[in-house]
Structures are given as structure tokens and as C-alpha cells.
């Protein structure tokens, strides 16, 4: 499988953590859609190819938000994972480790081979991130909300040591109803924790559906403002809008939570609709339909880019 | 409340604050009791590397992984029943799984809290504490032992659990002890038992030794240190050389000691063995020295199962 982003140069060009404009920075845009697509065909090959059921959706929503910090927004050294004055990503959605993987693979961190043994006896690609297997992986997590902890603790030490560097942190929206991270959270802001953004992946659902009327966690933004955080809201779709959250939410000087409205399943018209667990095996067939769908989605962005 | 008997927490803030003097990374976290767990000397003296997260014990393990990930040795402290009761799925994930440099402290074990009641004696910690692997699972006996364990936490790069027990123990080692993983230390030796203790018992213990003498029962008292990873090894080399064992723990004796030396027999010596501790209860409220009477950890009822042990040996006496 054919996983490297072909032609980034427009990324490449441009300074790290740089708010986007759909005009200025047009190039950069389609090569980030393109490289979201990429990462989207990453996701279903390593399930597919190890014949795995996965949390497609989940991964599907998060895939523009992680396809941006690793290519534009993270200060990181691709050949040197353990480079003290990186910024740290925390996926504490750890169900979404297929898409970490696939951003460290896409960015060079780890060989793309490594995701034909996903999940597999003697893999360095756990079900869910293991720092001491994967290069790349700042910490464990799997146990929900466990990994925003973790994060607040590395900004606790970031700010300890006044750091250059920034803790970034996927949390999903069903991880909300635990309670630990609203002890962390409250935590954070007692402790003036000014070097950690977290991005909430607000789809909507958990594992068993729809969270409305059953797991609900709104009124979310308001949840983070009572905690004393500074909250943004974006588009999690959007890189014009993620890019404009995240320099707000880097300048807010204390904790900042963006609040990305997402969609499960984004960019699959078959896990767009489904309000079921979408932890599927896909057949093969299916599999052929997700593609499909990904080169149209392709040649559209091609197409924008020829016009 | 009276703290001026409690030995091995003033030894142990007094320890942090030589560690916190001898490596910057040293970081203190409380939750809401740094006067119950002596930090307040290492608070004052290094006030940018405290943190009182407040009244949240599972963010204890969590925040202390953040820290230890980005090079910090970060010190845990709360009461033993909520440090690794509230925290254990942290400390699993976090801290034993991502092998972080975490220190864990467990404070008041056993039923030091005594008046507290059930809901703060921490009987069961050990037994969820053993079965993580990559945790090492510290007890001392006395002050000397909690100071010299400290030193070795702050040097060593891994996950800690230690417990610390509130008891009026006067000193078993000399001044120079130096404590070494993974051994037992034979503090008295003898033919005919051997005694496996642990923590603030080991005294109990050396009086347990007095006390069987004019029976002509030489007992001898092993101080169990690590219990993990536990010197399998020297258990068994010590049971070797007399007819029974018998363990003395201040804990359920499902889990915790008396099960970990009770493996050990199965698997290397196949001699009696009594286990002395509680027998998987909870317990009740009242001071520490009325309950363990009242729950079985006595000078008495150990020496019932010293007794009881040499019964069941078919070895001739020594």
C-alpha cells in the first residue's frame, strides 16, 4: 500500500502553527485534504489487511485534526522521536490508535510496514498506544480519559521547567462522562497549566451510539468554562477553521479546550449513517466501496486544485 | 492528633527532604493530606516542585506519569487504602504498564488508622498492588529501613509502591543499613520456624521470638522488605533450614505476604506453612494495637500458629 504523502511541498512551505486562509494558503489546503484522504485510505487498509474489526468511525472523525497537528501544527523531529523540546501529542481517545499510527507512519516516524502487522503477535502497533513499543508514542492510554490526565501532568512539568514546548491532546467526547477527567481538568486549571490544548472530538456518539438523551455530556463548552478553561470551537473537518482554534487556544495562556464538531464515520457515506457501534469487520467488497468513494473524494480535490 | 509515635512517616518526609536536596527532579504530589503524609518540610523548602492536587487520588498516578514522561521523579502521597484503591486503574495503565518513573506512597497501611474504621484501613493493597507487573512493592520494618528505601527510590528508575505504616517502633537496624532489592533479611536465625513478616510486625515478630524460647521453639524472624519482585529464592533457602514457616502480615492474608511466601513454599520447599493476618475480613474501629488483637495479628494467635505449624511437620525436632 502506497502510504506516503506523494507531494507535500505546499505543507512543507509553510511555518509551523500558522492559521490557514482558504485564499493565501490554497495550495496547502488541498495538499492537507489530499494527505486526510491518504490517511483515511491508511485507516481502512490496516483493518482490512489484518481482517480486524475497528472503530472506523472514530477514526474517520478525528482524521483532519491529526493529519494537521502531525503535518503542520507539531514542532517534531521525524528521526528523533525522543528530541526534548518536541511538542507532546497524548491520544487519549486510545481506540484511535490506528490513526496515530497512520500519522506516524505518514510523517516517517515509523516504517509503513509496520501497519501490515497491526495489532499482531510481535507488533510494535498495539490495539491501543504503548510507548515503549512505537516510537512516537508519548503514553499509554485505552483506559478513557486516563490519557488527558497523563497530558495535564506533562504540562505540569512543561511548566515547571518554563519549556518550549506544548502538550497537545485528543480526548473524545464519550471519554467526557468520565469523571477523572474533570478531576484532571479542574487540576489543570488550579495549577495555571498554560502549556496544554486539548481537542475535544465532539461527534456525538460513543461506543453504543448517539450520547444525546443518554450519555449526554452537553452543555460541553460550557462544562470547560466552568472549569476555567479557555474554549474554542472549530470545525474538526476544517483546517481553516482547526488552524484558527489552535492559535487562539496556544495563545490563551491557560489550559484551552477546542470543542471540534466532527462527524463519525467523516468521508464514508456507510459510517456517516450508522448509529451502531461501527466496530466492524469489513468484507471485501466493502472494503473496494470505501475506496471507491476516496478516489472521487480525491479527484474532487484534484479537480479544485486544476480549476 | 497525637503524631509524635508515628517513626516511619516523620523518617520518611525527613528522607524526602535529603532526596529533594540531592536530585532537582524530585517532585512531591499530595491530595489534601501533606500533613498526614510529612511533605510539609519538602513543601517549604521546595515550593515550585510541590503540587496538593487536592482531594483527587486517581489523578495522583496520572499526573505523576505526565511528569516522570518528561524527565521528573514524581512522589505520590495519600493513605494506602485510597493510593492504590482509588488509583489502581492509573497505576496499572500509567504508571505499571507504561513503566513510568512513578513513586507511589502508601500512607497509614494496614490499620494504622484505627478510629477511621474499615472505610480507611488499607487491607487489600498489597494483594492489587502484586499482581501488576513492572511494580516494585517496598515495606520497611522501621525508621532506618523507610529512610535508606527513600534513597533508593530517588535513584532507581522505575515505579514504586511503597508502605508506610504509622506505628511506635523502636529502630531494628543500625544507623548504616543499607537497603538492598529483592533479599530478605534474616534478623534473628533459628532451627525450628521461620517467621515471614513485614513492616512494623517485624517487631511483633522478635517478641514472638522471646516468647516461644522457654517453650524450646527457636523461631527465626525473616524480614520480608520486597515484596516485589519477591526473593523467591531466599524464602526458600531460609524454610529449608527449619521444619515450618509461618507469615505475619498486617493485611488480609489473601494477597498479600503470607500469599506470596505461601507460592513460594508450594513451588520450592513443601513444609507447613500458617499464615497469620486477617482472615479475609473488614474490620472494625478502635486503635491499632485493639484490633490487631481483636483481628488476630498478636504475639497470641502467632504463637498458636507457630505451634500448629510444627504439628503439621513430620520432621523430627532439631
New interface residues.
Partial sequence: MEVAVKDRRHIRSLPRKTPLDPHVHAAALRDLQLAAVTMRRMLLYMGHRNRITLHYSALMSMTELVTLLYTHWLSLRPGEPHWPERD?FVLSKGHGAPGLYAALAMTGVIDERHLDGFRRLHSILQGHP???KTPGV??????LG?GF??????????K??V?PWRVYCLLSDGECNE??VW??A??AA??HLDRISVLVDRNGKSSYGWMAGRNDVEPLAEKWRAFNWAVEECDGHDFVSITHALARADAAGRPAALICRTVKGKGLPYFETVNTRAHVLLSDAEYAECMRCLDTLEREIADGENH | MAKTTDVMTTAYGEALLEVGAAHPNVVVLDADLADSCRTEAFRAAFPGRAFDLGVAEQSLPTFAAGLALAGKIPFCNTFAVFAVGRGLDQIRQSVAYARTNVKIVGHAAGLSLGYAGPSHHATEDLGAARALPNLVILSPADAVETRAMVRWMAEYEGPVYLRLTRADVPPIHADDYGFALGRTECVREGDDVSVFVTGALVRLALELRDELQPEGIDVQVVNVATLKPLPAQEIARHAQRTRAGVTIEEHNIIGGLGSAVAEAYAECVCKPLRRVGLADTFTESDDRPVLLSAYGVSVEAAARAVRAAIAASDEPRG
Fill in positions: 507532546r504503548d510507548r515503549l508519548e503514553a499509554n492510554s485505552g483506559s486516563q490526565a497523563v497530558a495535564c501532568g506533562m504540562a505540569l512539568a512543561a515547571m521547567d519549556a469523571g477523572s478531576e484532571a479542574q487540576i488550579n495549577l
